[in-house]
């Protein structure tokens, strides 16, 4: 099977999720996603009181090889059993998710475009770009109700790593993008990603390599 592979980067609670949901589910069974987010390393060897100081926005904290390593994979027609996290606890949870080669791999994650070996692999490469406000009141409202966080400890680490490592790593990695949408709600880049989608599946399906 021939794929196509779609990298979604920006900024915490910029909309990369919200985009990348929205595509999946117009296409249903054509696209997998792979999340970046999911390859945080465990910290199962460390205690919660030290795993809340971790700085998880620089490229250290991921296993990004496995990533590579899983992508390839996918893109080879294979299956893979992707690690799944738990923000809650810090680290990664016990249980694996077995996800299916499909004609279109969509992946997703802040420093995705901070990797050569990421880039390579991409056929296109989307940035999504939101104002530095709306992120981090966004990201507010998502890790109380989703991760399981407080108010002074999203503060605290918004001020300590998040903001710093957006500037020094995920920013710059604009510049690498071959689209740069504004908003992960954006209509227009939706619009224009459907019908590049399903322009390549169809053009696959009539060469059947799908
Ligand atoms: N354009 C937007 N307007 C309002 N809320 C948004 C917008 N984009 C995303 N959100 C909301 O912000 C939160 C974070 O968005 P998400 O797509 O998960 O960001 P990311 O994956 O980049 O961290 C979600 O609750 C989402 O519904
Ligand atoms: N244990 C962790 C691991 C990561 N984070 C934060 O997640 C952000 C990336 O995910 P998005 O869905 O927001 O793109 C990143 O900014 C990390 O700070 C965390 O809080 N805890």
Known sequence: MKSIVIGVAGGSGSGKSTFTNRIKKYFGDDVVVLYHD??????????????????????????????????KKLKAGESIECPVYDFAKNTRSSQVLRIDPKPVILVEGILLLADPRV??????KVYVEADADERILRRISRDVEERGRDMKGIINQY???????????????RAKADVVINSGKNDIAFDLFVSKISQILREMKQEGLS
């Open 159 to 173: 001020l300590t790593t998040v903001k710093p490592m957006h500037y020094l790593y995920v920013e710059p990695t």
């Open 38 to 71: 999911n390859y945080y390393r465990s910290q199962d060897g460390i205690p919660f009181e030290q795993r809340v100081t971790v700085n998880y926005d620089h490229p250290d904290a991921l296993e990004t090889d496995l990533m590579v390593e899983h992508l």
């Open 119 to 124: 880039r390579e692999l991409l056929d296109i």
